[in-house]
């Protein structure tokens, strides 16, 4: 570590009061800093000052809130009241507002930063926000003067132990206006339209002293504030540890567990079951929650089915997950199809698994993650990441993904999902003599000596079984009894997996 590095380390930290913003500035802002905070109006430069004033005054610290041209005091406290972070009984004692527009108009720069110097002496604040910089820049009469105007501003911060922050709407991001080049940190709010929907963003583009996620991360504006989401593969990068050789997780099928080498699903693994709809997907899902315990919990994150539903599945195949959920063994979660922020669902995915000690993990539905991407090209280098931290925190995970053709000989996998998994399971319709029937291949199964060919798959009153080997003639041979099919070379038992017969 360098000497820069070593004297940030000592510096001491401002919590932001905005969750997941402090992860964003590698633990928060630095006391003393003067921080711009742009962006349009509506982006939410406004409740994010309020909400760092108002947790800042709960943790025991002083705040004034100083406005220029700004809206009324009165008509902003009756937006912010319905925030849970609002707290009226710390006004005027803990946190008061003040505008000083008058002593900008009347005595420029000077006048303004006299207020501002008086404020932060007279009411010992620790967080001072100015709501309204374009305002004070376009009072300076040249660049330097607002230089100078930020120069005296850091200096007096430092003096009286207080932290800054300065609110604009002025200014392009391709543009580097004269005080950006003087603060502290510079942090962007924006609002973009994808098509009909709109995604929040929150980028640094500036910060002294310490290392930042880089590059936009998303947020939401909610009852309790701003909540940032860090980007999954900005933020989670360690690579998983090793598994336990050999250890693994009944898929709740026998017959299945019999084709996987090592009886089930490898600890720590990521699987992804493909095929139409209908095909038992979810079925297969089912099953291996049903195996869920107080040793190892298990969790469904859906998009398409309603708990009730999954409920009824569940007991139409004799697995009593009711009494699971009772037991606080598994718990459902669900989402409605609606307008999700890609991050969001992950990091909810992650905190619900450490909540819970999750130990299996069914994703019923990955196509829900993929229509809440706006950015497409994204998704490949998320799963990657999340799946990695899913197996760091020890979970074995069943995803399921639709493909769109109902009946064929071939099931194909979208690009890029092979890469971010360990093993790939294949269910599809096939018709055979008249008969539509399913079928069942193992096409990836890491460090596992699974059961190559095409078996065919019956789901019942018991749940799903594999019921043998699918020959080219539409027959059902026993598992135990292997057949070489026709331009398909036999692979003996003690050969299974991927092994290359020749």
């Known amino acids: ?113 006299d207020v501002l110097r008086r404020e932060m002496r007279a009411r010992n604040v620790s967080v001072l926000v100015l709501d309204g910089l374009v305002a004070a820049a376009e009072a300076a009469h040249t660049d330097s003067e607002l230089k100078k105007f930020i120069h005296e501003m850091q200096t007096s911060a430092v003096f009286h132990g207080c932290t800054v922050f300065l609110l604009t709407s002025g200014g392009s ?8 080049t003087m603060v502290d940190g510079l942090l962007e709010l924006e609002e973009r339209l994808f098509d009909a929907r709109s995604e929040r963003f929150l980028q640094v583009r500036k910060f002294r002293g310490a290392s930042s996620l880089r590059g936009k991360h998303s947020f939401r504006i909610t009852d309790d504030g701003l909540r940032v989401f860090p980007r999954i593969e900005a933020l989670f990068t360690a690579p998983p540890a090793s598994a336990a050789a050999g250890a693994a997780l009944s898929t709740g099928v026998a017959s299945l567990d019999a084709l996987i080498g090592c009886g089930g699903l490898p600890v720590a693994s990521a699987t992804v079951v493909i095929g139409s709809t209908g095909t038992g997907k979810t079925t297969l899902g089912v099953q291996f929650l049903s195996r869920s315990s107080a040793d190892e919990p298990g969790l469904l994150m859906g998009f398409f089915e309603s708990p009730a539903r999954v409920r009824a599945k569940a007991q ?77 925190r020890g979970v074995t995970v069943l995803m399921t993904l639709e493909t769109r053709d109902v009946v064929g000989s071939t099931v194909s996998a979208p690009y890029g999902v092979s890469g971010f998994v360990d093993n790939l399971i294949f269910i599809r319709f096939a018709e055979v003599r008249g008969r539509v029937t399913r079928l069942m291949s193992i096409t990836k199964m890491r460090d596992s000596d699974f059961s190559v060919g095409v078996h065919a798959m019956q789901i019942g009153d018991a749940g799903m079984k594999i019921a043998g080997i699918h020959a080219s003639s539409g027959d059902v041979i026993p598992s135990a009894e292997p057949v070489e099919q026709p331009g398909i070379p036999f692979v003996p038992s003690s050969s299974r997996g991927n092994t290359d017969p020749a």
Not at 16 to 34: A, E, H, P, R
Not at 173 to 180: C, G
Not at 321 to 332: H, M, N, Q, T, V
Request: aromatic residues 8%; negative net charge.
């Open 1 to 113: 570590m360098n000497a820069a590095n070593n004297t940030a380390s000592n510096l001491e930290r401002l919590p932001s009061g905005v969750d997941g913003l402090d992860t964003v500035l590698g633990g928060g802002f630095f006391k003393s800093g003067v921080y711009i905070v742009q962006g349009v109006p509506g982006s939410g430069k406004t409740v994010f000052a309020n909400q760092l004033c108002y947790r800042h005054v709960a943790a025991g610290g002083r705040a004034v809130y100083v406005t220029l041209l700004a809206e009324s005091h009165s008509r902003m406290l009756q937006h912010i009241r319905p925030f849970t972070f609002f707290d009226e009984s710390v006004l005027a004692d803990r946190l008061s507002y003040i505008s000083a527009f008058n002593n900008l108009e009347a005595d420029g720069l000077k006048g303004l930063m």
């Open 173 to 180: 991001p391709l543009r580097v206006n004269a005080e950006h």
């Open 316 to 392: 139409a195949l004799g697995c009593d997950i009711e009494a699971l959920e009772s037991s606080g063994a598994l718990e459902l979660l669900w989402h409605s199809q609606g307008e999700h922020v890609l991050d969001e669902l992950g990091h909810r995915l992650l905190d619900e698994v450490d909540r819970r000690r999750v130990r299996r993990l069914v994703i019923d539905g990955l196509s829900g993650f993929f229509e809440a991407a706006t950015h497409p090209e994204r998704s490949n280098r998320f799963f990657s990441c999340l799946v990695n931290e899913l197996r760091r």
